[in-house]
């Protein structure tokens, strides 16, 4: 890998609001979820940024249907 590669990578991972693992996980149970109720086209883009002092997590995913459920009582 280049030197400048390197730090690029090093800097985005400094400034990372959430590791790369813990996000990958996270994009993991959010699609289980997702196709509980939705038949899905493609994968979820999933996004953490700060705001103000705060954090915003953005979930997005196209689907094919919305899966019908009956209600239980």
């Known amino acids: 890998m280049r030197d400048k590669e390197r730090l690029e990578r090093i800097l985005r991972q ?12 996270a994009v993991r149970d959010f699609a ?4 509980e109720y939705f038949e ?3 994968e979820l ?13 953005t979930i997005t995913f196209r689907v094919l249907r919305v899966k019908n ?5």
């Open 14 to 25: 400094d400034k990372a609001v959430i590791s790369e693992a813990c996000e990958a996980a």
């Open 32 to 35: 289980h979820v997702a196709e």
């Open 40 to 42: 899905l086209d493609g």
């Open 45 to 57: 883009a999933f996004a953490v940024r700060e705001e103000r002092g705060k954090t915003a997590v």
């Open 69 to 73: 459920f009956t209600q239980l009582r």
